[in-house]
């Protein structure tokens, strides 16, 4: 990269909310003002220039979002502060009222969030052909916040977008309207971004995308509601293409419709295992179909049911993990009574609970028969409980097994801890005293639950596959 940055703008601060794919979005831009020599620093910090990437999935999302943009114009009062992501999408006058200086970047392209950078740095940007959106999307940050002191989660697990975008309107849902119908990257693209976070040391690679199930390599014939009836390319077949074309030690999907698990996606799943990594994210939102029908989710409760069924026969050992939101508009006692025991029955590996919440511009907001405030509450203590006890089990289940586990960070006790292939939390002492092990993959022998957290376990490092000290030799374009 040769273009430099202007002389006033030598460190970006960085906000990021919301999901994984915002999260490879922003890392994409970050990426960039690295290679402008800026320094990433915070998102409270002070800094030449301020980037906030907002969400909108909840309205809680949606005020800490409008936070993010009056903290960061608090600590950089005359940074120019550009604003993305999914609530500017859905309320740009919002984010104009908090800060009328603001630039607000729309969300469907995020090309114009690169554009928009380039021009505030003055860099080089092609004026014909496609801006630099191949950039390396890798993440694994927390929800909030990107900073350079993040560094061992980013060394490990890399985010890749595959897709973006949604047409399914299931009527809670905003992420229509903030992001638009589904489009998916080519298959170059997305093995050029696998190539480039291997070769910046990357062990696994998260493939993501907002509706990653509709994959179709940027092209396809679309039937029934929506169904592609033919394509370019399926999910199955980019992730045989990035099996054989890389040299990715481990890989796994980040969230995926379960009617999207289709017996191409296992077989391909099963037959790549143990690069393909034993853990599944199938959202289900409601165990009762009556609720399923009117979030218009496209399954019930058997349909799901049955698909993790087919996903345990096929990969034995799997972890399914599930969300559920609970309080949709005509979830009554009874409702809730045959969700909750739907859910229990499922035997999942990890639950992610959401409270629904009315998103103006969403056919849910005209349902009636809302559930009160205090209802859903208690029905969320009552799920996060089950989802403990759930992560518990799962932990517990472990011991006496072998996992291998990559290790991405250190904690105060000096222990180190990652996930084992199946998303299992695992902590380790270091073999010998003051060893380094971010970024080693470890074979552990899991002996017990750890006493500091029932859903973590511990275990005895048997050996170690430290990080390649070079970067491995791949190429980084297609
Ligand atoms: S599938 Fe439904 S919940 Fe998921 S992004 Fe699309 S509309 Fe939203």
Known sequence: MTATPPAAVRTAAITNLGCK????????????????????VDGDRPADL?????CTVTAEADAKSRHAVRRARRASPDAPVVVTGCSVQVDRAAFASVDPGARLVD?????????????LLGA???????????????????????ADGRASVERTRAFVKVQDGCSFFCTYCIIPAARGPERSLGPEVVLADVRRALAAGHREIVLTGINIGTYDGGWSERGFRGAHTRSALTLAGLVRRILDETPVERI???????????????????DAAPRTL???????????DGVLRRMGRRYLSADYR??????REALPGVAVHADAIVGFPTEDDAAWARSYAFIRSLDLAGLHVFRYSPRPGTAAVRIAGQVDEPTKKRRARELLALAAEARERWAGGRVRSAARVLLEDRLDDGRWVGHAEDHTLVAVLAPSAGADLDNAIATVAIEGVDPARADRVVGRVLDVSPPSAAPPEVPVDA
């Open 50 to 54: 301020v980037l906030v990437n907002t």
């Open 252 to 270: 796994r999907i980040s969230s995926i419709e379960p009617q999207h698990v289709d017996d191409e996606l296992l077989r391909v799943w099963a």
């Open 21 to 40: 794919v915002n999260q490879a979005e922003m890392e994409a831009a970050a990426r960039r003002l690295r290679e402008l020599g800026i320094a990433i």
């Open 278 to 288: 034993p853990h599944l994210h199938l959202p289900l939102q409601s165990g009762d």
């Open 306 to 311: 049955r698909t993790v069924e087919r996903v």
């Open 107 to 119: 969300n469907r392209s995020k090309d114009a969030l690169l554009a928009e950078l380039d021009g």
């Open 124 to 146: 080089a940007v092609p004026a014909t052909g496609p801006l630099p959106r191949a950039l390396p999307t890798l993440s694994g940050v927390e929800i909030e916040g990107i």
